[in-house]
């Protein structure tokens, strides 16, 4: 199973931007997803979720200017960027839990590789 993200980049502040993240391989059910930053020096934190449902979360810092969502069809979760400020230049995680048909209810956690957003000021 492979996680690849997509849609990082340079921006100005004020500006959007919308990563996706492919799943690909052995896919039986692909649980939680979430999109994780990190930017130079600091830990890697949450920015994002959404459950296998659709019921979402945010961290504080995002509300109201990120949405995340999900196409469980084509096996690609999305976060849409607006208003994007300085303070959310980072390199951009997607993390999900996935499971395939040999153990179908135990997910295992994977991640993407990191995609980098930009935002000039």
């Known amino acids: 199973v492979q996680l690849v993200e997509s849609g990082g980049g340079l921006v100005q502040a004020g500006g959007s931007l919308r990563l996706s993240c492919a799943a690909s391989?052995?896919?039986?059910?692909?649980?939680?997803m979430r999109w994780y930053r990190q930017a130079p020096g600091k830990q890697r934190d949450v920015v994002a979720g959404?459950?296998?449902?659709?019921?979402?979360n945010y961290a504080d810092s995002v509300k109201g200017r990120f949405i995340i969502s999900r196409d469980n069809a084509k096996n690609t979760g999305y976060l849409q960027m607006d208003n994007l400020k300085p303070e959310d230049a980072a390199v951009y995680y997607c993390?999900?839990?996935?499971?395939?048909?040999?153990?179908?209810?135990?997910?295992?956690?994977?991640w993407g590789q990191g995609t980098q957003v930009t935002v000039s000021s």
């Open positions: 993390n999900a839990g996935i499971s395939s048909a040999q153990a179908p209810t135990r997910p295992i956690q994977y």
């Open positions: 391989g052995s896919i039986f059910s692909i649980y939680g």
């Open positions: 959404i459950s296998s449902g659709g019921s979402t």
